[in-house]
Every structure is written in C-alpha cells, then in structure tokens.
C-alpha cells in the first residue's frame, strides 16, 4: 500500500513466525523503484532488527517504525518501552512511531475474561494487557500526531458501535 503512494518507498517486514515471512515473501512484493525486505527476528532482538533493516533503509533519513498490535506480546519484564527507545535511538529526527495493542481499560471485564481464556491456550506466549498511562509510555518524547492516543476506531476513522478494547497512536520524533 505504501508503493501505491509512493513508488519508491522502502520498508521492511520483521517477524519471528517463519510461517508469517513465507505467505509475506509469496504475496508481497516491491515496485521496481522501491524495495521491501523481509526479516526472521524477534522484536525484542532489537540489534538484529535494526541491523537487518539498516541493509534496505537509511537512517539519516526520517523513517517510520510501526509496531502493530505486537507490543502485547512482549511482557512487561522484557521491558517493551525500551524496546521502542532501542528502536527509534538510530532514526533520524522526523522519524515517526506507530502502535496499536489491545488494552485493558476498555470494556475491562469482557477483554480480562477474553484474555485469560486466550492466554491458557497460547502456550509460552502470553498477552499482556496495559493501560492507557503504560501505552502513552511508548511515546515518552515524541511529539503526537492528531488526534492522539485515542481508541482504534478513531485513529482516523469514525467510531464504532462495539467498543473495540485497543488503543493506537503516531509520534514523531523530533
């Protein structure tokens, strides 16, 4: 989607589930004029993600790092905070942050039943619910982007009439 706009642009997919990068290396490919790239890591290796980005992108120039509703799988003795301060430590001023995560203050007692239910069945990976104040913590020293952190249904789009427990937000970085 972002070719369509901009021909040129340059991005790359990070994912640790193998399985992810093969259907991602079948069904998406690059314009002539840009490149995508695909790498096999682990967010919390935050080392081998920006060294494998830094082969497609240039970090002199404003770049953005969209983390997707994926922080919520990093727990919070990982310290995903510092994961996205690892992240962004490298790009150039400009540069922007992404993040949407489902969350634990909105409709509160249908998400922590969902989110047990779904956490005896996922194995070693667990969901980690954090509140409002811990997801604006992801964008300690960004400058927002209107309108803010605010529920997924109004990043940019008209609300919904079934709330949708995720909050998203864009900074940028100055």
């Known amino acids: 989607m972002a070719q369509a706009v901009a021909p040129d642009a340059r991005i790359v997919y990070a994912d640790n589930d193998p399985i992810v990068l093969t259907y991602a290396r079948a069904l998406l490919t690059s314009t002539p004029e840009g490149a995508t790239a695909y790498l096999q890591a682990d967010i919390r290796d935050t080392e081998k993600v920006l060294a494998g980005a830094a082969e497609t ?40 942050l992404t993040v949407s995560d489902t969350v634990r203050d909105i409709d509160t007692s249908r998400v922590t039943e969902a989110t047990a239910r779904l956490n005896q069945r996922m194995g070693p990976t667990q969901l980690t619910l954090r509140s409002r104040a811990e997801f604006e913590r992801f964008f300690d020293n960004l400058e927002m982007v209107e309108p803010g952190i605010v529920p997924l249904p109004e990043w940019r789009a008209p609300g919904s009439e079934y709330p949708i427990p995720c909050y998203a937000g864009m900074g940028r970085k100055p």
């Open 57 to 96: 992108l240039d970090f002199s120039k404003p770049a953005a790092v969209m983390a997707l509703m994926i922080l919520q799988y990093v727990p919070d003795g990982d310290d995903p905070w510092g994961i996205v301060r690892r992240l962004l430590e490298p790009l150039a001023p400009g540069s922007y």
